[in-house]
């Protein structure tokens, strides 16, 4: 999977870049310390209940393998993602668009009907995020955690 590492970049191809990754959690720090949204894979078994998957205690922050979106970010992010990431799941295990200060956990087989809104609607900077999305299958789902 080709990472896309270069943060000191702000944009993309002329367009603006809504998601980083970093090297490690040293470069994620310098860049921005710890205000971003983490969209993170979810590495629980598959059948782990959905319960133990939201809970705080099982969340961990910071991975090397998360796309990261800025603080300075988030408002377009949810502009322009908010309509695609309306079915997260919440820690209170109600169902909603992202909350940017909580956990939203998105099941595996949500991930193909994303996909297919991604490239339809096609929002800016998600060939980043297509490629994510295709390892996420790989896993249980995946999240997006607030700040």
């Not at 944009?11 to 969209?39: A, C, H, N």
């Not at 979810?42 to 959905?50: A, F, S, V, W």
């Not at 979106?69 to 992010?77: E, H």
């Not at 109600?94 to 929002?123: A, Q, S």
Request: hydrophobic share 35%; charged share 20%.
């Amino acid at each position: 999977m080709r990472w896309y590492n270069d943060y000191n970049n702000l944009s993309f191809g002329g367009v603006i870049s809504i998601f980083y990754s970093f090297p490690s959690q040293t470069e994620r720090r310098k860049f921005g310390g710890s205000d971003f949204l983490e969209m993170q894979f979810c590495k629980m078994p598959k059948e782990t209940k959905l319960q133990s998957i939201v809970s705080i205690d099982n969340v961990n922050h910071w991975f090397d393998d998360s796309l990261y979106i800025s603080g300075d970010d988030i408002n377009a992010f949810l502009e322009e993602y908010g309509c695609i990431f309306n079915c997260g799941v919440y820690n209170n295990l109600e169902i909603g668009t992202v909350d940017p200060f909580g956990i939203n956990y998105y099941k595996p087989e949500l991930i193909e009907t994303i996909i297919t809104e991604l490239l339809e609607v096609k929002p800016t900077d998600f060939e980043k995020l297509l490629e994510w999305l295709n390892t996420a299958k790989k896993y249980n789902g995946f999240y997006i955690l607030g700040v």
